[in-house]
């Protein structure tokens, strides 16, 4: 059975910094894609970042391109989302997606496509 177990999320105020942790089980981590979205109160879920196990296939929603940075440790099946500069409009519930296909990419997790489980989410609250 494959769990994502999200961790991390908090209350901050604007401008401060906040990493999220993902840890994967029951899959081949090293072989697959992994995503961060979020969903705001009343919102539809939109896409964060993403991470292929190839090197160098990253990609960035444009809201957050140089704010967030996701990353991987695969030794400790474990990805990553620092977020800094956080404003207000970042508030959302924050959802890890794997996409365990090794065809997967980047891009085609930020469009929803290959992605086979969810996190159940954590909460991130950033006060102005």
């Known amino acids: 059975q494959v769990q994502l177990a999200e961790s991390g999320g908090g209350l901050v105020q604007a401008g401060d910094s906040l990493r999220l942790s993902c840890v994967p089980s029951?899959?081949?981590?090293?072989?697959?894609?992994m995503g961060w979205f979020r969903q705001a109160p009343g919102m539809e879920r939109e896409f964060v970042a993403a991470?292929?196990?190839?090197?160098?296939?990253?990609y960035y929603a444009e809201s957050v391109k140089g704010r967030f940075t996701i990353s991987r440790d695969n030794a400790k099946n474990t990805v990553y989302l620092q977020m800094k500069s956080l404003k207000p409009e970042d508030t959302a519930a924050y959802y890890c997606?794997?996409?365990?296909?090794?065809?997967?990419?980047?891009?085609?997790?930020?469009?929803?496509?290959?992605?086979?489980?969810w996190g159940k989410g954590i909460r991130v609250t950033v006060s102005s």
């Open positions: 991470l292929s196990w190839r090197p160098g296939d990253i």
């Open positions: 029951g899959l081949t981590f090293s072989r697959t894609t």
């Open positions: 997606a794997a996409a365990p296909l090794w065809t997967a990419q980047a891009v085609s997790v930020s469009r929803g496509y290959d992605i086979n489980y």
